[in-house]
């Protein structure tokens, strides 16, 4: 295999789709040695098998809303692979989903299933929806008419949907209800439910609370083994930031920045458990803006701005793909930022990873560091099909033996000659062999 003549032919097949395009040459640069020691991969062509997704259904959605208009939206699922397990992700609701945005997200999660443990493939879903400004009623009809065209191809052991960006609890509740009375069945399918039928304790904090302990880990390595004393910048004000947030703080971290899609908010004196009780509110509750913070503590707002020029220790980037480029990865790390924890989906630019690499700062991707939030959408699964529920405690616990197992194997397949853990390789070395295996296993189909 040669990295570049996949590429070329993907690009010549699948154009102008730069998100798909950029998460498949990350993983094809880290593995190519790997996949090339293995000719018997070769010989079976897996490399196209496992950049092109199974299957990709789109379809239209009509809703009416509250003022009486016909409105329609785009609806998609990529089946990507199912080689270890059904597919399994996230539906992401957001103006800016297109096809390329969604084949990236579930080509990252089939490697970061794979790395979890735990028996899943990789899918991804949403819509074009904008849920910016919307009623509640008008969130419920939009998600009652996507699962009427979704429910057909999902199931308990096909594919299991949950959030992502615009998707959290509500809309979960919503679509899971409309599922259920088509498919006549309660068996489980979706997760990040309610804890009422079948959700799991710990799921709204697992990305968060699972990207800090994969820090811990690293830092462990350094010696460090709190957060005392560091300074922590991190982007976006939705599930993954405020729970990542929250984390930060139990371990003794100062928190100085959140941001949203309008700008980011400075607190130089840190928020605190009760700032942040108040961002939560405003986010789950009032369906705010991170500006209000700013407005309510009078702490600086920057319109339009990402936080990474700001003076930190650890950067957590928890909002969305490309939001960190070069320049801001120069910054943060002439400032003195010695770790970078991604709570999102390739957040970081590929100009950005590598200067992180070349400065040799511990840099965790995120299909490694965010894992904790499917990790537990799989205990969920499990809970679910023995139809039992586990205690917060023991939840958490599965949660950090987790992280710790997939922290194993970045270091595992990414220690260089030198000693420094190249975790971008690492992750996807250890996810790609687990996916490759299973295939040869089971055939070319
Ligand atoms: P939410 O919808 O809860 O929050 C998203 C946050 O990111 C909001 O603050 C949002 O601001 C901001 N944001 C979204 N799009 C943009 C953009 N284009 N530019 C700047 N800011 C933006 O989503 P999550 O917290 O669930 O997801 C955040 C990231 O974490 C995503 O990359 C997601 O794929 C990833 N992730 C999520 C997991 C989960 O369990 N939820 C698991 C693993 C990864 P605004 O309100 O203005 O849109
Ligand atoms: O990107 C992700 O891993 C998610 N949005 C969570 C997926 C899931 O199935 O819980």
């Known amino acids: 295999m040669k990295v570049e003549q996949?590429?070329?032919?993907?690009?010549?097949?699948?154009?102008?789709?730069?998100?798909?395009?950029?998460?498949?040459?990350?993983?094809?640069?880290?593995?190519?040695?790997?996949?090339?020691?293995?000719?018997?991969?070769?010989?079976?062509?897996?490399?196209?098998?496992?950049?092109?997704?199974?299957?990709?259904?789109?379809?239209?959605?009509?809703?009416?809303?509250?003022?009486?208009?016909?409105?329609?939206?785009?609806?998609?699922?990529?089946?990507?692979?199912?080689?270890?397990?059904?597919?399994?992700?996230?539906?992401?609701?957001?103006?800016?989903?297109?096809?390329?945005?969604?084949?990236?997200?579930?080509?990252?999660?089939?490697?970061?299933?794979?790395?979890?443990?735990?028996?899943?493939?990789?899918?991804?879903?949403?819509?074009?929806?904008?849920?910016?400004?919307?009623?509640?009623?008008?969130?419920?009809?939009?998600?009652?008419?996507?699962?009427?065209?979704?429910?057909?191809?999902?199931?308990?052991?096909?594919?299991?949907?949950?959030?992502?960006?615009?998707?959290?609890?509500?809309?979960?509740?919503?679509?899971?209800?409309?599922?259920?009375?088509?498919a006549r069945e309660n068996t489980g399918t979706l997760t990040g439910k309610s804890i009422e039928f079948g959700g799991s304790l710990i799921r709204p904090e697992a990305t968060g609370y699972g990207n800090i302990y994969f820090l811990m880990n690293m830092l462990k390595r350094k010696g460090i083994t709190d957060l005392k004393g560091q300074v922590v910048a991190i982007s976006g004000s939705g599930n993954v930031a405020t729970y990542t947030a929250e984390k930060v703080l139990e371990l003794g971290g100062k928190v100085i920045t959140l941001s949203d899609s309008n700008g980011y908010i400075y607190d130089a004196d840190g928020i605190d458990a009760e700032k942040l009780k108040y961002v939560f509110e405003l986010k789950n509750v009032y369906r705010g803006r991170i500006k209000e913070y700013a407005d309510k503590y009078g702490c600086k707002y920057v319109e339009g701005g990402r936080p990474w020029a700001e003076k930190c220790t650890i950067a957590l980037p928890s909002a969305t793909q490309n939001e960190l480029n070069g320049d801001d990865a120069a910054a943060l790390v002439k400032n003195g930022c010695m770790a970078v924890s991604e709570g999102a989906n390739m957040p970081s630019t590929p100009e950005a990873i590598e200067v992180f690499l070349k400065n040799k700062i511990l840099y965790a991707p995120g299909k490694a560091a965010n894992a904790g939030g499917v990790s537990v959408s799989g205990l969920e699964m499990t809970q679910n099909s023995i139809k039992l529920s586990w205690s917060k405690e023991e939840v958490d616990q599965k949660l950090k033996d987790i992280m710790a197992a997939i922290h194993e194997s970045c270091v595992k397949y990414g220690t260089e000659a030198d000693g420094y853990v190249n975790y971008v390789k690492g992750a996807n070395i250890a996810g790609f062999m687990k996916v490759a295996k299973a295939m040869m296993a089971q055939g070319v189909i």
Not at 8 to 32: C, G, W
Not at 132 to 151: D, P, T, V
Request: with cysteine.
């Open 6 to 182: 996949v590429l070329d032919n993907l690009k010549r097949r699948f154009p102008n789709e730069v998100e798909y395009h950029q998460a498949v040459t990350e993983v094809l640069e880290s593995i190519e040695e790997v996949y090339n020691a293995h000719p018997e991969f070769e010989k079976q062509n897996l490399i196209e098998r496992i950049c092109i997704p199974d299957r990709i259904f789109s379809f239209r959605i009509t809703w009416v809303d509250d003022k009486g208009n016909v409105q329609t939206n785009m609806g998609y699922r990529v089946q990507h692979n199912n080689a270890i397990g059904p597919y399994k992700g996230g539906l992401r609701f957001h103006a800016s989903v297109n096809l390329s945005i969604l084949k990236f997200l579930a080509f990252e999660q089939t490697f970061k299933n794979s790395l979890t443990t735990l028996p899943m493939g990789g899918g991804k879903g949403g819509s074009d929806f904008n849920p910016k400004g919307k009623s509640n009623a008008e969130i419920m009809r939009f998600c009652q008419a996507f699962m009427i065209e979704l429910w057909r191809h999902i199931g308990p052991e096909t594919d299991v949907p949950a959030g992502d960006i615009g998707v959290g609890g509500r809309e979960v509740g919503y679509m899971y209800g409309m599922y259920k009375k088509l």
